[in-house]
């Protein structure tokens, strides 16, 4: 379906959301807004584009809200008590043992696992966010107004329970909550249209990101063991 052209308020020419209802109130002047019939058509030939998103809405919210700085500071905190803690045993283990060696198997290998927490939190969070500012309403200029669709611009009508609205105009989903104060990007503009299409995306980028990690820590865990297993067929 083709995006609609936004309907303005006669008096005083501000666009006004496209709704499920034959009139509404101006919010600049007051004025009442007519919905023409055939906009009325278009409302509810998008039922099924505003059911998706609803049903679409809870996934969201779990993949996305996941977000949270403690894997980063778990990450630097294990980065910073390892090395010393890690040190201090391999020399009461091993006292006859060379400093470079106990740097080598214990101190450098300690830094793995709070590394990998701190990239496994820090990744997840520019994922989260790259994703969110793609599908994120664009905000509007003038204050107070609600948020604009980040495809035709026109104004959305937001209710306070909701963090996604579908513009009733071209049918493009976009986040108003939590909406990213950056630039409209041409990327936001092409991005996908539907807030199902934004949690699939974000679910597969969130798996292929922390599948690399865990294949990383595999290999780095693998080196660790190597190393110590040359160290003691050397003996
Ligand atoms: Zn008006
Ligand atoms: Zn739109």
Redesign the pocket.
């Known amino acids: 379906m083709n995006?609609l052209e936004p309907i303005h308020c006669q008096r005083c020419g501000a666009a006004v959301p496209l709704i499920d209802a034959p009139e509404q109130t101006c919010r600049y002047c007051e004025h009442a807004v007519e919905t023409p019939p055939e906009y009325l058509d278009a409302v509810h030939a998008r039922r099924d584009i505003v059911a998706a998103r609803k049903a679409a809405e809870p996934k969201w919210r779990r993949l996305a809200a996941g977000s949270s700085p403690w894997w980063m500071i778990a990450g630097g905190a294990l980065m910073t008590l390892a090395p010393p803690t890690a040190t201090a045993v391999g020399f009461s283990l091993e006292p006859a043992q060379s400093t470079a060696l106990i740097f080598a198997l214990m101190t450098l290998p300690s830094l793995f696992p709070g590394s990998l927490v701190f990239v496994w939190g820090a990744t997840s969070d520019l994922t989260r966010d790259g994703v969110r500012a793609m599908v994120a309403a664009r905000p509007s200029d003038k204050e107070g107004a609600p948020p604009e669709?980040r495809?035709?611009g026109?104004p959305l009508e937001v209710s306070n329970a909701e963090l996604s609205c579908t513009?009733l105009?071209?049918g493009?989903d976009s986040l108003v909550t939590d909406i990213p104060v950056t630039a409209i990007s041409a990327e936001r503009r092409q991005a996908f249209g539907s807030l199902e299409q934004a949690t699939r995306v974000l679910r597969l980028r969130l798996w292929v990101v922390h599948l690399a990690l865990v294949l990383f820590a595999v290999f780095l865990g693998g080196l660790a063991v190597a190393l110590y297993a040359a160290h003691r067929h050397l003996q």
Request: net charge neutral; proline share 0%.
């Open positions: 995006a669709c495809v035709c026109a513009c105009y071209c493009t």
